[in-house]
């Protein structure tokens, strides 16, 4: 058996996949139209899922994605598929997955925010929206729906003599380079009917066995997050990625403390699920304003910003913010008594400014009490993004084995 299968002949030639490059805030990806995968990667299972990680270049115990399009960070592991809307009213389907680096896994339980503002680009430059909706000059209104957390986003995307305007001088602290600006509007983030805050309560306190009790907030907006003290963990809240990254024993009493919250969210029953769910719910840590030098060696002055926030992401401190982590800080920061409000000295309870690793970021939501239900609900968290198409043609793609369809 063993001398017919060394026998039987290797594939010899390379998938010719048609595929765009593209940067969308912090965060990069390869795009796909549904329409132009294989036909077997077309619908949802292990074959998508083995065709993608191969893109990416997942699993790689090196965690280098030297064989693939990835870039070995949870900012750029990431894949979109995108296709003509199936909801009525919207423009396009949006599915994000977040690729593992080093493990043989897809998550698809959350969105990317920071993707998000690219998607309305991609859209538009692939046909997927109708003509008629296309201003020649001015901003289009591309409507999406964000078919892993079944939500409605808007991209207010520029335009210029017909194509979109990729080129202009918004600056975006994490970004080096500026580029046209892109509004991003997260429309009811949480559906009335849904639990913004899925214990109930503004603030809790999470029991992590061996590691300690923490005051945290619990808020299912944007993305589910758990929000604790700085101070309470330890830290100053002005930490950098170094700090962070470097220390093992640190990413894994936070990874343990993510996983006891997603426990007390009701995400999963066990902290054990935790292992094969990285991408939700997100952990951050917030203090108040202090001053401090981001990455790129910029001095961030307390004056300038409402509070500092850091999140962790796939294990690791994010470079900047996740959008979608910046629209639960917006929602957060909107209501009176959670660890996000009352770490923040903004006069106003319809945006914050707040500092991350990579400098600063401004983002505003609209938040109600309903006198009826008691309940607070947000009806809109807007950000401003930038993106840009980094390369488009094919990516080549080895044969998928039957072994990694396991």
Not at 53 to 75: E, F, N
Not at 157 to 183: H, K, N, Q, S, Y
Not at 335 to 348: D, R
């Amino acid at each position: 058996m063993q001398n017919e299968q060394r026998d039987m002949p290797l594939p010899t030639k390379q998938m010719k996949v048609l595929a765009t490059y593209m940067r969308g805030g912090t965060s990069k990806g390869v795009f796909f139209n549904l329409n132009e995968l294989p036909l077997q990667a077309q619908q949802p299972g292990a074959y998508r899922d083995a065709l993608l990680l191969r893109v990416i270049g997942s699993p790689d115990p090196y965690g280098k994605h030297t064989d693939g399009m990835g870039g070995a960070t949870s900012s750029t592991s990431k894949t979109v598929i995108l296709s003509k809307s199936e909801q009525p009213d919207h423009d396009v389907d949006y599915l994000f997955g977040q690729v593992a680096i080093d493990k043989p896994f897809i998550d698809w339980s959350g969105n990317c925010g920071n993707l998000t503002a690219a998607v309305g680009a991609f859209a538009i430059t692939n046909g997927l929206v109708d003509l008629s909706k296309l201003p020649k000059n001015g901003i289009a209104e591309i409507k999406i729906w964000q078919q892993n957390i079944s939500k409605t986003i808007i991209a207010h995307v520029p335009m210029c003599e017909g194509e979109v305007l990729e080129i202009g001088d918004f600056e975006l602290d994490g970004v080096t380079f500026p580029a046209a600006e892109v509004v991003i509007d997260f429309v009811e983030p949480v559906d009335p009917s849904e639990i913004l805050f899925p214990t109930g309560n503004l603030i809790d306190t999470l029991n992590v066995p061996n590691i300690g009790e923490f005051q945290t907030t619990f808020i299912n907006a944007g993305i589910p997050t758990l929000f604790l003290n700085a101070e309470e963990l330890g830290f100053d809240g002005t930490e950098l990625q170094d700090a962070i990254n470097g220390d093992d024993a640190i990413l894994a009493k936070l990874e343990t403390i993510r996983a006891y919250g997603a426990v007390q969210m009701g995400l999963i029953k066990d902290v054990k699920e935790a292992e094969v769910r990285q991408h939700t719910p997100k952990i951050a840590f917030v203090s108040g304003p202090k001053s401090f030098v981001s990455s790129s060696g910029k001095t961030i002055s307390a004056d300038a910003i409402d509070l500092n926030v850091r999140a962790v992401s796939m294990g690791k401190l994010h470079h900047a913010m996740m959008g979608t982590a910046a629209v639960a800080i917006g929602a957060a920061a909107a209501i009176p008594g959670t660890i996000v409000n009352l770490a923040s000295s903004s006069t106003t309870d319809t945006s914050v400014t707040f500092g991350h690793p990579s400098g600063t970021l401004k983002v505003g939501a609209e938040a109600n009490l309903d006198n009826v239900t008691k309940k607070w609900q947000i009806a809109k968290v807007s950000m401003s993004r930038s993106a840009r198409i980094l390369m488009e043609g094919t990516v080549r793609i080895p044969p998928i084995s039957n072994s990694s369809l396991l």
